[in-house]
């Protein structure tokens, strides 16, 4: 016990050392970041300079250190320039592909790696910053890149996007190119043994050596590995998270941007109304310009709309029933405005409301996207000194600038919350790497290196398990426990164990042989039949995957479903009588009719035993096979008459596995095709007796096919246990 306490206060003397050095590490990476952003602007170079810091710390520290200098960094330099808050994430990145970069000794040491990561940096700071700035700021030859993004705009003669995307990737080239050298400068300044001392670690065990960490790190799952579910948890909690807040900021900011909106175009037409004399509105529309205070009043309004440059028209409209008569319509530098006493047809958005505008009612703010546009209009009533309305003042405001507004919002938006998710990713990520996945794949090693071929082994490898030392204080360090007892007791009672599996494996490989031979005796050419046929189904499928076909259908649970199943497609042709499944002929129309009653046998058979268990999920697929593998792409197949994807797709795939293997294999009523002429028969059928897609993927796999012709041919009758194991 006292031993245990001493490794236990040893252990966290080390750990807090190891903490000291990495905030330090994390200190004068951000320093680092902002002396040289500091300096840089100081002297008037056109360069940022602030993610030196960040490199140095992710390439000593890891991802986490450099992921926190990069938000502090553009969080602190957003106190002087707000927008800098919004570039975090592209520190962010650059500090991720910093540490995933240097765990390879060979990027580390090569100019050639350390320029494409030079390119790398361009593309993240300058690319991505690039387009960044383009949502936020439009385009500008403002700025130190100005001279550049001119030279490429106007005498390059690119558009306005490559030219500020060019020129700000060609900045952040050199901006980068500098970092990177005054980084690598730093490390070869810097000691050894003190590098050995910044790396980021939490070990809950006896730290790995470097051969065994390769090895525990290559570890593979036979699905997804827990790190990477810990990351998509993660990854789908931060997503959802970030999806409701974002999606209920950005609807309360449409809804107070256009609350803004309205109310300004509101404003505007209420201003509008108010210089107009509307006792003189039939004046206007008689005589235009030549009635008296019609240019005074058409100036007044001009002053109104420059003074609002969200207003894109104003004007000033006579509702009649026969349309909007113009009082006063200002000119754009789009087009003109229309004469007085011109008149306009309605434009259908304002249809709805023509009954209250005829009565000279206010109406709701409209939204249209008509003749002019997508607008947002307010309609002011304007009333004569007898109270009537004469007219109305109208604004209208482009909803583009407003759509504009919001895209710039919720950009910035989203780049606030992949910066701070990078963030909780990183730590994350660190948790589960130290706290769950090493000493998880470590027992994992341990139990798969474990030998017992001699005593001697087995006692070096019960103690290499109790030299993992896994100390996290959780279930895992009881889980680590119990594994280490349990593989004491089993290397004692291995001899034993190791003659029982003896026997068990003798016997389940006699009953299989036995199964196997009863089907091969049943149908002379099935044997080898249901195993090549599901060879070749098997190959189908992942080509149709890899051609993007039926992805919502080809899930990997669906893929092993029809594989495993697919030897029982002919399960009906048990109730076939041997006569007819073994006729060396042509079979009679009669006995054609009975052979082709197997699929429906053989659903029969199968809706019994999912009857039985209904649990089992590839029977459902079998029972597809069994009743659909003779149906054709065009109708004509039997024993239903399904065509196109009526026919399940599990089925389409088997009827040319089926039919391809007929071609090439000897039967008892007719010799072998060639490969190749039994290729080309399968290609003829396409969109006739096959699914053109299945016929693609199966002429896509050829060589495959091939192969495993080839290989049953060689292997003769009987089974080939080795691709089989493969495949199912």
């Known amino acids: 016990m006292e031993k245990q306490e001493s490794w236990e206060k040893q252990r966290r003397k080390l750990h807090n050392n190891r903490m000291k050095w990495v905030v330090l590490l994390c200190l004068f990476g951000f320093?680092?970041?902002?002396?040289?952003?500091?300096?840089?602007?100081?002297?008037?170079?056109?360069?940022?300079?602030?993610?030196?810091?960040?490199?140095?710390?992710a390439w000593l520290g890891g991802s986490l250190p450099g992921v926190f200098v990069a938000l502090c960094t553009n969080l602190i330099l957003g106190f002087g320039n707000p927008e800098s808050i919004y570039f975090g994430i592209l520190n962010v990145l650059i500090a991720v592909v910093t540490a995933f970069w240097v765990q390879s000794p060979k990027r580390r040491h090569s100019v050639g790696w350390m320029m494409l990561l030079t390119f790398l940096y361009a593309c993240i700071g300058g690319g991505l910053g690039a387009i960044q700035t383009w949502v936020f700021d439009g385009f500008s030859m403002d700025g130190a890149n100005g001279f550049l993004i001119r030279f490429f705009y106007e005498s390059m003669q690119l558009g306005a996007f490559w030219a500020q995307f060019l020129a700000a990737f060609l900045f952040d080239l050199l901006d980068k190119a500098l970092s990177l050298t005054g980084c690598v400068l730093l490390l070869l300044a810097m000691p050894a043994d003190v590098k050995a001392k910044l790396r980021l670690t939490g070990w809950r065990q006896k730290p790995l050596v470097d051969e065994k960490l390769a090895e525990v790190r290559r570890a593979r799952c036979r699905k997804i590995s827990l790190g990477t579910k810990i990351i998509a948890v993660l990854m789908l909690a931060f997503v959802t998270i970030a999806v409701g807040v974002t999606g209920i900021s950005l609807m309360l900011f449409q809804n107070f941007s256009k609350e803004q909106h309205s109310d300004l175009s509101r404003g505007v037409a209420r201003m509008a109304a108010s210089v107009i004399d509307a006792d003189r509105v039939s004046e206007y529309l008689e005589k235009g310009e030549a009635a008296e205070g019609y240019l005074e009043t058409k100036e007044m309004l001009q002053k109104i709309r420059d003074t609002y440059s969200d207003v894109e028209y104003l004007y000033v409209y006579q509702i009649r029933e026969d349309g909007c008569h113009v009082v006063f319509d200002l000119d754009t530098e789009e087009m003109p405005g229309e004469e007085p006493g011109t008149v306009i047809d309605f434009d259908p958005a304002f249809e709805?409301?023509?009954?209250?505008?005829?009565?000279?009612?206010?109406?709701?703010?409209?939204?249209?996207n008509d003749t002019y546009g997508w607008l947002l209009t307010e309609y002011e009533p304007v009333y004569d000194s007898k109270g009537n309305c004469v007219c109305y003042a109208a604004s209208d405001i482009a909803m583009n600038d407003v759509r504009r507004y919001e895209v710039d919002f919720f950009v910035k938006l989203a780049s606030l919350f992949l910066g701070f998710f990078a963030l909780l990713l990183a730590i994350g990520l660190w948790l589960s790497t130290y706290h769950l996945v090493y000493p998880i794949n470590s027992m994992a090693y341990a139990a798969s290196a474990f030998a017992y071929n001699s005593e001697e082994a087995r006692e070096q490898n019960v103690e290499q398990i109790r030299e993992l030392d896994i100390h996290t204080g959780d279930e895992l360090e009881n889980l680590y426990l119990a594994f280490a007892k349990t593989t004491e007791d089993s290397a004692r009672y291995f001899v034993e164990m190791q003659h029982k599996a003896e026997m068990i494996s003798l016997l389940q490989s006699g009953l299989i042989?036995?199964?196997?031979?009863?089907?091969?005796?049943?149908?002379?050419?099935?044997?080898?039949?249901?195993?090549?046929?599901?060879?070749?189904?098997?190959?189908?499928?992942?080509?149709?995957?890899?051609?993007?076909?039926?992805?919502?259908?080809?899930?990997?649970?669906?893929?092993?479903?029809?594989?495993?199943?697919?030897?029982?497609?002919?399960?009906?042709?048990?109730?076939v009588s041997d006569a007819i499944l073994n006729k060396p002929g042509k079979l009679t129309e009669d006995e054609f009719e009975q052979m082709k009653k197997h699929t429906l046998a053989g659903q029969k058979i199968l809706q019994?035993?999912?009857?039985?268990?209904?649990?089992?999920?590839?029977?459902?697929?079998?029972?597809?096979?069994?009743?659909?593998?003779?149906?054709?792409?065009?109708?004509?197949?039997?024993?239903?008459?399904?065509?196109?994807?009526?026919?399940?797709?599990?089925?389409?795939?088997m009827a040319v596995a089926d039919v391809f293997d007929a071609l090439v294999s000897k039967r008892c009523y007719k010799e072998p095709f060639t490969f190749e002429k039994a290729i080309s028969i399968i290609q003829e059928g396409s969109g006739n007796h096959f699914d053109p897609k299945v016929v693609e993927a199966f002429l896509a796999s050829e060589e495959e096919v091939r192969a495993v012709a080839e290989r049953f041919e060689h292997q003769g009758p009987g089974l080939n246990q080795e691709l089989w194991n493969k495949i199912s």
């Not at 597809?624 to 792409?633: G, R």
Request: aromatic share 10%; charged share 20%.
């Open 31 to 57: 320093v680092l970041n902002y002396a040289c952003n500091f300096i840089v602007n100081l002297l008037g170079f056109p360069l940022y300079m602030d993610t030196i810091g960040t490199i140095f710390t």
């Open 608 to 653: 019994q035993a999912i009857e039985t268990m209904p649990e089992a999920d590839y029977l459902k697929e079998a029972m597809n096979l069994a009743t659909y593998h003779h149906e054709k792409w065009n109708g004509k197949g039997y024993p239903y008459g399904l065509a196109g994807e009526d026919i399940p797709l599990s089925a389409r795939v």
């Open 352 to 368: 709805p409301y023509l009954d209250q505008l005829l009565r000279g009612e206010n109406i709701d703010t409209i939204v249209s």
């Open 513 to 575: 042989m036995v199964l196997a031979d009863m089907v091969e005796n049943r149908d002379q050419s099935t044997g080898d039949h249901v195993r090549k046929t599901a060879a070749y189904v098997n190959i189908i499928l992942k080509q149709l995957r890899a051609m993007g076909y039926y992805q919502d259908q080809l899930t990997d649970q669906y893929m092993q479903d029809v594989v495993r199943s697919a030897p029982l497609h002919d399960v009906g042709k048990i109730q």
